[in-house]
């Protein structure tokens, strides 16, 4: 086992050791390295102040450059990895031949339009905009929100930000400064990768990273007090709000295999380390809506390190993918040293805070059925349209035949202490013809299925009533009716307007 971690920062290898196993990235960073560019804002994943940008080999072997916030991502995170910060685009990068000191293009075109008066958030812009030019993507206009949604500015407004990202040339072959930069970096990480565990601790606070199955059981097995982490856009909050000491922390983002999506007879299977980045293109085929709230998933820099797994097994009652995934009829498995267990999703929320696994064992995997879903709807609530946890939010799937509904699944989340089935509403559905009344009927029986509470996302009486309404969408939306989208393919804005009460 080694006891330090070996990567590569701004085309320079690092060597980290005897750190506490709970030090973030920005910390260390800004108070170690005295690289102070990456700023901190929330501390808490909001704001992208601290937006540095992470270089990892994908599955398929093809390198991918994710924006990260470095203020909840674990130094133990970075084993292996090439991490690039805004100091390293002012040179260039070891390896790079831009003239020391120029502008890098993406810093250039935010001097080009102005987009910046304090300057406090510019670093993160910068960066998210250099993890998007690197990958090639997300820099046309309509994606260009998507691409910036993770970074605040509280004083330049978003418009000339928008402008210069919408100006940044993405070239097929990069400029001869970046081919270079990448070539160093590719090689450099090819030079540090190695098999061992690494286990960075100050004595106190352990992180443990493995890279095999059998290492992650066993320093499981032998660490008392573990908590497993994933992407640690949960876990990093106990550490930088809540404070809370986490002895030792065990991860699975390093763990061979644990990063793949598979075909597995019938299902999709997610491993315990794909980020929502990664899973959204498989999970959303043929299932737009569900492709919809997963692109409202936090933001580009949360879903390139939050977890599927993670959303599922931290239990929270208002996480976005447990109601869709069990208005899909997805199952979870669970290893442990005696076990090896599959179960439907929804058996495995039990209540507040209580899921149906043991305390040795860890989720290893989503089962999601590749089955066709073509009346799967799926409609998230929140107060902001990008980057909010939901208030309510509502997945349905329903199979038909001759006319008649022959099985509803209807889920919500938002509506009670877990992510639930909504069973009487379910029970007026099955049955009933495929008609508008039929789910005003059922939308009546959701007071039956819910207390929802209040609190600072919404009241109950908000929550019941956006709930029925969402079934009453979901009704329309099925027999036929044209039901407005915020975005994606439904109605334009001039076919609301057409639509709406008095228009001529
Ligand atoms: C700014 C911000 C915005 C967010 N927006 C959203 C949003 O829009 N919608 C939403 O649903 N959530 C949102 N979240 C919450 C969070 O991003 C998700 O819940 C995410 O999927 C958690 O995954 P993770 O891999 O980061 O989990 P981690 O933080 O690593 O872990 C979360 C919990 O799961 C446990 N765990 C992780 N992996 C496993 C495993 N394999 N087996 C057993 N236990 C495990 C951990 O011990 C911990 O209890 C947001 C968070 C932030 C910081
Ligand atoms: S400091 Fe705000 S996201 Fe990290
Ligand atoms: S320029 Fe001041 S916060 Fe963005």
């Known amino acids: 086992m080694r006891d330090r971690i070996t990567f590569i920062l701004n085309n320079q290898v690092e060597q980290v050791s005897g750190i506490a196993g709970d030090t973030t990235l920005l910390n260390w960073l800004r108070q170690t ?200 856009t949960d876990v990093g909050l106990w550490v930088t709000k809540q404070n809370r000491n986490l002895p030792n922390m065990i991860w699975t983002g390093r763990v061979r295999g644990f990063d793949r999506v598979e075909r597995r007879g019938a299902h999709w299977r997610i491993g315990p ?33 939050g977890t599927v797994c993670g959303n599922i097994a931290n239990g929270s009652p208002i996480g976005d993918l447990p109601p869709m995934l069990i208005a899909l009829a997805a199952e979870i498995e669970l290893v442990g040293p005696a076990s090896n267990r599959r179960l439907s999703l929804d058996a495995f929320f039990i209540d507040y805070g209580r899921q149906d696994r043991g305390v040795d064992e860890f989720v290893s995997g989503v089962l999601v059925p590749v089955t066709p879903t073509p009346l799967f709807r799926a409609y998230k609530i929140s107060k902001r349209f990008d980057q909010d946890i939901s208030a309510v939010l509502g997945a349905f799937n329903l199979t038909v035949s001759e006319g008649r509904i022959t099985s509803a699944r209807l889920a919500f989340g938002g509506m009670a202490a877990t992510p639930k089935r909504a069973a009487a509403a379910e029970a007026a559905l099955t049955g009933a013809p495929l008609e508008l009344a039929s789910f005003e009927a059922a939308a009546a029986e959701l007071a039956v299925d819910f207390t929802p509470i209040t609190d600072m996302r919404a009241s109950a009486d908000y929550r019941l009533q956006v709930a029925a309404n969402l079934l009453l969408k979901y009704g329309l939306d099925v027999t036929g009716a044209p039901v407005p989208r915020l975005t994606g393919a439904g109605l334009s804005a001039d076919d609301l307007r057409a639509a709406a009460p008095g228009a001529g």
Not at 57 to 84: K, Y
Not at 144 to 173: F, H, K, M, Q, W
Not at 185 to 202: F, G, K, N, P, W
Not at 273 to 287: Q, Y
Request: net charge negative; hydrophobic share 40%; glycine share 12%.
């Open 33 to 232: 390295r005295g690289l102070t560019g990456s700023k901190e804002g929330c501390g808490e994943g909001d704001c992208g102040a601290c937006t540095v940008v992470v270089a990892r080999r994908q599955a398929d072997g093809t390198m991918r450059w994710h924006p990260v916030n470095a203020c909840i991502q674990f130094m133990g995170m970075l084993e292996g990895v090439s991490v690039t910060t805004v100091e390293g685009l002012r040179t260039g990068g070891a390896g790079g031949n831009m003239q020391d000191g120029a502008l890098h293009p993406c810093q250039q075109v935010m001097v080009d339009h102005h987009a910046s008066q304090c300057g406090f958030c510019t670093p993160g812009f910068v960066m998210s905009l250099f993890a998007a030019w690197c990958n090639g993507e997300g820099l046309e206009p309509a994606e260009i929100d998507t691409t910036l949604a993770g970074n605040l500015c509280r004083c330049t407004g978003y418009r000339p930000i928008v402008d210069a990202a919408a100006s940044l040339e993405v070239r097929a072959i990069p400029p001869v400064f970046e081919r270079q930069r990448r070539e160093t970096e590719a090689s450099l990480m090819a030079a540090i990768a190695h098999d061992e565990t690494v286990c960075l601790t100050d004595g106190r606070r352990s992180f443990t990273a493995p890279a095999s199955l059998d290492g992650f059981l066993q320093s499981f097995a032998q660490s008392q007090d573990v908590t497993i982490v994933s992407g640690a």
């Open 273 to 305: 380390a794909v980020t929502h980045e990664a899973a959204m293109s498989t999970l959303a085929k043929g299932r737009p809506d569900l492709g919809e709230v997963m692109r409202r998933f936090g933001s580009a820099q949360v879903r390139a390190s």
